[in-house]
């Protein structure tokens, strides 16, 4: 489907007018088609990469100097200038990247054309559209990669991107301390919410600081939301009575998400500071074993759980079927079926077809072997699970990112973990109505506009008032009204334009389903 071009921002703005030049490069030899042969010796390019909190990335010296950068650039006759972003000012400094026209030969972007990180980018023309590129020289990404992929990379009918894909588009999940069940009697995993609740009583009872590990603006602890399905994110409108609306809207399943997290704050299952822990102190205080119960997504098990063992010998974690409402369902919510993409500058016209193979060679089984099997497949330190998961989800930047089999197969541990994937997490998960392109009224209305994973401001403040005792939660229906009257309406207005005129959305999950119903 044709997509609208997006000009809400101060970013898109200059992008059109300082690169748009950029499509139009006349540096490249002039008999050079699109994508060229590549040149002799190792192709040079550059790449912007966000650091995702990896721990070795961030730490590193300089990433360029590397051992296993440089062993990558032997096996695929690179020589590559990674340029690292901050992930916490990554949206900040990619928009600052292209304002100012310093734009890398690769960018990693996120899941679309159309990210608020990519300035309008795209359809500004600084990005090559990569169809032939691909037919000659990616055989190997066109048949790993699933279709639906590719399809969240088109722009005008054309691919932009080179997806890193996810086979599940449930990715979160619910994990708990499985020795901390045991310490405290608890033999059978809970379900429904208030099993939940006793679960986490009993953790208190024996003595853990955080029964339920909180975070700011409910990210990574928002799985109660999930119970009743009622999460405020971008993707999550509904059809009620022809009319479509945001999830929130459901006041009497609001009110009973809301009432579960208050309960937890007045009996101490959630710190009184949840509302301030960010993601490094969320993560160090599980880590040091305070915690009995988080969200987080399924393929770190490993990793956190070594890490935690360094600090709590006996520590074991494992994977839960998440809380049910009373619909009997629950689970994150379904993400897009690509977490990063990579885009090609126009300018690098003439490395085109080189940079192609590169990525054509990470998705074929020899890369799969080195990437996951050149470490210890089973490592004993932090310093080796941080290197590992560098080397496996950093370096390796076009895969299944859903979770590496060969890793899991490869240990006891790591086969019970493939249970999960396998057994729990296809049978959980929120989807819904997601408009892509973002829809202008929340460009216009930034107070009232919820993200991929957070709800939007006016929400979240009057969210957190109420888990804290400042507002009543009976006052929901004030705050959608709120909502409507500060862009809210604007928002409803667009959406219901685009559902009715079949273009320019997506729907996943059950709700599919039920709309086509």
């Not at 101060?10 to 590549?38: E, H």
């Not at 999930?226 to 009319?243: H, I, L, M, N, P």
């Amino acid at each position: 489907m044709k997509k609208k071009v997006v000009t809400t921002s101060v970013a898109l703005s200059l992008v059109l007018g300082t690169l748009a030049g950029c499509a139009g490069n006349t540096d490249a030899p002039k008999d050079q088609s699109q994508g060229g042969a590549a040149p002799a010796g190792p192709t040079k390019f550059s790449i912007s990469m966000r650091t995702l909190n990896f721990d070795y990335v961030e730490k590193h010296a300089n990433i360029n100097d590397d051992k296993w950068v440089k062993e990558l650039e032997k096996k695929t006759n690179v020589d590559l200038d990674i340029k690292l972003i901050p992930h916490k000012d990554y949206e900040q400094k990619m928009i600052q990247m292209f304002a100012i026209n310093d734009i890398p030969d690769v960018v990693q972007a996120g899941a679309g054309t159309n990210g608020k990180e990519l300035a309008g980018s795209v359809q500004a023309g600084v990005f090559l559209p990569l169809d032939d590129l691909l037919k000659e020289h990616g055989q190997n990404l066109l048949k790993v990669i699933p279709k639906e992929a590719w399809e969240e990379l088109k722009y005008d009918g054309k691919i932009y991107g080179i997806p890193e894909f996810l086979s599940s588009s449930s990715r979160r999940a619910t994990w708990v301390r499985a020795d901390l069940m045991e310490k405290a009697g608890i033999t059978k995993d809970p379900k429904t919410v208030e099993e939940y609740l006793d679960m986490l009583r009993a953790f208190k009872k024996i003595g853990v600081e955080h029964p339920f590990m909180g975070r700011e603006k409910f990210k990574y602890a928002d799985l109660f939301f999930g119970a009743y399905d009622v999460y405020t994110y971008q993707s999550q409108f509904e059809v009620v009575g022809g009319k479509v609306q945001p999830k929130f809207f459901d006041v009497e399943n609001m009110t009973k998400a809301l009432n579960t997290y208050k309960t937890m704050f007045d009996e101490g299952l959630i710190s009184k500071e949840f509302a301030t822990i960010n993601p490094t102190n969320f993560k160090n205080i599980i880590l040091s074993g305070k915690a009995g119960m988080w969200e987080m997504n399924a393929q770190e098990l490993l990793q956190w759980e070594t890490q935690l063992q360094a600090n709590v010998p006996n520590a074991k974690i494992k994977i839960i079927p998440s809380p049910v409402g009373t619909d009997g369902k629950g689970g994150g919510y379904l993400y897009s079926p690509v977490t990063r993409s990579y885009l090609i500058n126009a300018k690098a016209k003439d490395r085109a077809a080189a940079i192609i193979k590169f990525f054509d060679w990470q998705v074929t089984q020899e890369a799969d072997k080195w990437f996951d099997t050149s470490l210890p497949v089973e490592p004993k330190t932090p310093e080796e699970v941080a290197e590992q998961r560098y080397l496996s989800g950093f370096l390796h930047m076009v895969k299944d990112d859903a979770f590496r089999k060969p890793i899991l197969e490869a240990t006891p541990a790591g086969k019970e973990l493939l249970k999960s994937f396998e057994t729990i997490l296809p049978k959980e998960g929120r989807g819904g109505i997601e408009f892509d392109p973002r829809l202008e009224a929340m460009g216009k209305n930034p107070d009232a506009a919820s993200i991929s994973d957070e709800p939007a401001p006016l929400l979240l403040a009057h969210m957190v008032k109420m888990v804290y005792g400042k507002e009543p939660i009976s006052d929901w229906p004030k705050v959608i009204e709120e909502w409507k009257s500060k862009g809210g309406n604007e928002i409803l207005k667009e959406a219901q334009a685009r559902y009715d005129a079949k273009k320019d959305f997506k729907i996943r999950g059950a709700e599919a389903d039920a709309i086509r119903k």
